[in-house]
């Protein structure tokens, strides 16, 4: 059975933008078109991904883009409890936890995030990676 991976909005934003993290995020969503890994990510971080590259894009552009990565991500979402222990943890930032709450939720094997104030949160049983540790760590294993 393939991983299940988490994609945060940098990570997508990275891809859809081709920001600087270009590369690495290409690679992964590769794996997941692939089916080596089963990339996921919540509503809400299609709701950024989308108003971000809606400024850089037409809205038609915008659409065909979220709906094409669609056909490789499944998107996950929270119950009340979920968002309830997303609240009481010790992430600061309630988006952040939301989607980590959600991702261990969905037992998520690995958490791609280069942010890393949300890093240093993680508890072991869910590390987040950055695109390219990720990579490195998936890679030898």
Do not use: W
Request: aromatic share 8%.
């Amino acid at each position: 059975m393939a991983s299940k991976v988490f994609a945060d909005a940098n990570l997508l934003l990275d891809f859809t933008l081709q920001r600087a993290g270009y590369p690495s995020a290409e690679q992964i969503i590769q794996l997941s078109i692939d089916g080596t890994i089963q990339l996921c990510t919540t509503p809400a971080v299609l709701h950024i991904v989308s108003y971000f590259t809606a400024q850089a894009y037409s809205k038609d552009q915008t659409r065909i883009l979220i709906a094409t990565l669609l056909n490789d991500i499944q998107v996950i979402d929270c119950t009340h409890a979920t968002a309830l222990n997303a609240v009481n943890s010790d992430i600061d930032d309630l988006e952040d936890a939301l989607q980590y709450h959600a991702a261990l939720a969905h037992q998520v094997d690995y958490f791609i995030s280069s942010d890393r104030k949300l890093k240093k949160a993680a508890i072991p049983s869910l590390p987040i990676y950055t695109a390219s540790e990720f990579l490195k760590s998936f890679n030898q294993t």
